[in-house]
C-alpha cells in the first residue's frame, strides 16, 4: 500500500470541516479561497479513500497528480480576498482579469493532464500523450508564477491603504498566501520534473516514501494549513471591517 494515502484520508478528514467553518466565517468575499480549498480537501479525501482500497488505482493517482489546482486556485483566492481587505478602491477590473487569466491557463493545463495521463497510465498512451502531459505540468507551473507575480505585486505600497478597516486581516490573508505560494512551489516543481523525466524514483506513486512525504504530501499539507491558519487567525474580519462592506454595498 502506498502509505501516502491514509495519511491523506486522516489530515484531510480533519482539515475539510475547519475549512467549512472558515468559508462561513468569510462568507461571500471569501467564497473563491475557501471553497477551493474545500474541493481540495474533499479531492484528497476521495483520493485517499480510493488509494487504501487499491493503490494502483488510476483514479487515485491521477487525483493525487492534478488534485493540486483546487489548492493553486484557493491560493489565488487568498490573494483577491487579501487585497479587497488591504485596500477597498483596488483594481477590480484587474483582479477579474487576473482571475480569468488564471482559471483558463489552470483549465487548458488540467485538461491536458487528465487525458494524457489517464491514457499512459492506461497503458495505450503514445509520445503525443506524453508531451500533452509535460505540457499540462507546465502550464500549471505557469499558474503558480502568475500567483507569485501578483502576490508580490499586491505587496507594493500603491496597493495598500493602511487607513482601511480590514488593512490588519487582509495583511494577515496576504502573508498566509505568500507561505501556502512556498508550499505549493515546491510541489507544482516537483510534479513537473517528475513528469519530464520520467523517473521512477520520483514517482508519486513508484518513488520511495521519503519523496512521497516531502515532496507531494507535507507541501501539500502545509500549504493547505497556512491558509486555514490565516483563515482562522481573520475569523472576525467582516465584523473588522464593516465600514469597508458598508461602503461596497453602496458603491453598488
Known amino acids: 500500500m502506498n502509505g501516502i494515502f491514509p495519511a491523506e484520508l486522516a489530515v484531510y478528514l480533519i482539515l475539510a470541516p475547519i475549512t467549512l467553518y472558515v468559508l462561513w466565517t468569510h462568507r461571500w468575499i471569501g467564497w473563491l479561497p475557501w471553497n477551493n480549498l474545500v474541493i481540495f480537501c474533499v479531492l484528497r479525501i476521495v483520493g485517499g ?3 487504501i482500497k487499491d493503490s ?17 486556485l484557493a491560493i489565488d483566492g487568498l490573494l483577491h480576498e487579501s487585497r479587497y481587505y488591504r485596500n477597498p478602491e483596488h483594481n ?13 491557463v489552470m483549465g487548458a493545463g ?9 491514457k ?20 500549471i507551473v505557469v499558474v503558480w508564477v502568475m500567483e507569485v507575480l ?12 493602511k487607513a482601511a478597516p480590514g488593512y490588519r486581516d487582509g495583511t494577515t490573508l496576504l502573508y498566509g498566501a505568500l507561505v501556502a505560494l512556498v508550499f505549493g512551489g515546491v510541489r507544482v516543481i516537483y510534479n513537473l520534473i517528475s513528469v519530464c523525466t520520467q523517473d521512477k524514483r520520483l514517482s508519486s506513486v513508484y518513488g520511495t516514501m521519503a519523496v512521497r512525504v516531502v515532496l507531494v504530501f507535507l507541501p501539500e499539507a502545509l500549504a493547505a494549513i497556512s491558509m486555514i491558519v490565516a483563515g482562522l487567525w481573520t475569523r472576525k474580519i467582516r465584523e473588522n471591517s464593516k465600514p469597508v462592506e ?7
Do not use: C
Open 56 to 72: 494502483t488505482s488510476i483514479a487515485a493517482n491521477i487525483i493525487s497528480g492534478i488534485g493540486i489546482s483546487p489548492l493553486l
Open 49 to 51: 479513500a480510493l488509494g
Open 110 to 118: 488540467l485538461g491536458l493532464s487528465i487525458s494524457a495521463s489517464l
Open 120 to 139: 499512459i497510465y492506461q497503458g495505450h498512451g503514445q509520445e503525443k500523450d506524453m508531451n500533452h502531459w509535460k505540457t499540462g505540468t507546465a502550464l
Open 150 to 161: 501578483y502576490a508580490l505585486f499586491s505587496l507594493l505600497p500603491t496597493e495598500r491603504r
Open 246 to 252: 458598508a461602503k461596497d454595498t453602496e458603491s453598488v
Open 92 to 104: 477590480v477590473l484587474l483582479g477579474r482579469l487576473v482571475i480569468i487569466i488564471i482559471s483558463g
